[in-house]
């Protein structure tokens, strides 16, 4: 959100209500989003919000919200689930 208020703090707003209005489903349907195709863990999993990839991990009792980058970019060497 930090990259799109460059251009536009409305529209960023606009954007991050639509992230937290999208995720709020997890809570009930955690599995709902895909699997990472990058990565090799049934545990990883994403949304895509307005081509904003919304990568989560499914935990114990919660879900964890890893990352939001643009669909186009590249997870390449480190990716949000390395913990690096």
Do not use: K, N
């Amino acid at each position: 959100m930090q990259y799109i208020s460059r251009d536009s703090v409305f529209y960023a707003g606009v954007f991050g209500e639509r992230v937290v209005l999208t995720t709020r489903r997890l809570g009930d349907f955690p599995e709902s989003g895909r699997l990472i195709p990058e990565a090799d863990d049934t545990a990883l999993r994403e949304i895509v919000v307005q081509g904003y990839r919304v990568m989560y991990r499914l935990e114990a009792g919660r879900v964890l919200v890893l990352a939001v980058m643009h669909g186009r970019r590249d997870v390449g060497s480190s990716p949000p689930w390395d913990g690096r």
